[in-house]
């Protein structure tokens, strides 16, 4: 159950996660012990996955993003099993979902060029069958954040997280 110290706290190591407990603490207006058992709790709880560094794919010669449709006539559980094995195995893949809708799943990758693509596709058809696969290069990209949109954030429990159905907790 967050509370809006607990929203002050997300919002502000979702920006930089890499201040000190003393300034975290007084971005957000507590001492340092209390916010560090707060963090402890969030971590502990699953609000907060893992802490990691921003990187920059145009320094890294990995400039080009890829958006993959993939459609397709397999919908039997030893199919969607292995192409999701196959999938999150390539390491250009950074993110991949399953779609309602005309397109089964969307992939989106980080390449070099063009020819690095193409020898993702290349190597992805090698190992499954798939009905169609369509392929949008990123000309620009706009917006871009790993930035949770806290002020609607719920404070209810899912529940797998309680084993029971939700039910709204008071700010």
Known sequence: MLDELDRKILAVLQVDSSLSMQDLAERVGLSSTPCWRRIQKLESSGYIKRRVALLDAEKLNLGVSVFIAVRTNQHNAEW???FRKIVVGFPEVVDFYRL??????L???VVSDIRA???LYQRLIAKIDLHDVSSMFTMEQIKSTTELPLVNASTRQRRSETGSAPHPVAP
Not at 100 to 105: A, I, N, T
């Open 107 to 109: 992939i989106r990758a």
């Open 80 to 82: 969607v099993q292995r």
């Open 100 to 105: 309602s809708g005309d397109v089964d799943y």
């Open 117 to 119: 693509y193409d020898d």
